[in-house]
């Protein structure tokens, strides 16, 4: 990989990785909520996550989609009713239960979710069949895998403190309530262009 073309794979990656979508909302929702601090391990869960998934797509995953489309299909059916479920429990959440704090999701879970997010399955197609040169095909596979990792993980920390920086505004109850029916509702919007390319 020549450095003209790590340059435009970075600017991809930044693309794709400040621009809104589930994995933006949930942590944006989860600075509000919980703070920046608590939601460390589902920033590195998340970007852990998805770089093991362009690994995993680089080494194979996408030929069995394109051998059995019906799988990533099933696959899409899952990841649009976990996210809408996700949506719900943001919406309905108000930050506080019984004087008790809820938990945002843990790294296993945001590592977890990648394999069921839409924009992240689009993403790791991407990256394999646009930007891995074919000569000495694993370490471009390694080296795209790394420069995603180090362009997301800045842009989803910025959305992480954008919700952090919000969370004094949202120290009544009623606005938090507001922001976190947004917030699913953002959710549920970010599945759009999922649902249309079905």
Partial sequence: MTIDQAL?????????????GPNNTLVLASGANFGF???????????????????????????????FPSLHTALRFVGVLYLLYLAWKIASSTGIESGRREAPMTFLEAAAFQWVNPKG???ALGTVATFTPSHGYFLNLIAV???FALVMGPCISLWAAV????????????RLRAFNIVMGLLLVASLYPTLAAA
Avoid: N
């Avoid at 435009?8 to 809104?20: D, E, Q």
């Avoid at 869960?45 to 797509?57: N, P, R, S, T």
């Fill in 37 to 67: 601090r608590a939601t460390i391990p589902q920033l590195l869960g998340i970007d852990i996550g998805f770089a093991l998934m362009i690994v995993a797509v680089g080494m194979g995953i996408g030929g069995l989609f394109a051998a």
């Fill in 163 to 174: 919700g952090t920086a919000v969370r004094t505004l949202l120290t009544e109850r009623s």
């Fill in 121 to 123: 399955w689009i993403a």
């Fill in 8 to 20: 435009a794979f970075a600017l991809f990656a930044f693309a794709v990785s400040i621009t809104p």
């Fill in 145 to 147: 895998t790394a420069i």
